[in-house]
């Protein structure tokens, strides 16, 4: 069955950096565009990042560009998350996400999710 399992969540001081891995099984992870998502606490799901099949495309919303990168290894079936100058407000549940078609996943809801990662960035 489809599988999505994130890693990488726990504790950084504001200013610091954070990977976040996502590796896929149960589906062929090259025909799918990938995204990540995030949950705060009292807050609705929002979009965080999402790249194309390939790689060769990615969306962000754009209060985060500049300061979170998306990128994925189809040899190993992984994308990943890299998180700079990280904020407090940062804090929430990361979620990896599947889409097969459209790359435009604040749009339009992926398909496969996963059980998500905390990130907890302290002030």
């Known amino acids: 069955q489809v599988q999505l399992v994130e890693s990488g969540g726990g504790l950084v001081q504001a200013g610091g950096s954070q990977r976040l891995s996502c590796a896929a099984s149960g589906f062929t992870f090259s025909s799918y565009n990938m995204g990540w998502f995030r949950q705060a606490p009292g807050k609705e799901r929002e979009f965080v990042a999402a790249?194309?099949?390939?790689?060769?495309?990615?969306l962000y919303p754009d209060a985060l560009k500049g300061r979170f990168t998306i990128s994925r290894d189809n040899s190993k079936n992984t994308v990943y998350l890299q998180m700079n100058t990280l904020k407090p407000e940062d804090t929430a549940v990361y979620y990896c996400a599947a889409r097969r078609s459209g790359l435009a996943m604040d749009v339009i809801p992926p398909e496969y999710w996963g059980q998500g990662t905390q990130v907890t960035v302290s002030s």
């Open positions: 790249m194309s099949r390939s790689g060769g495309s990615t």
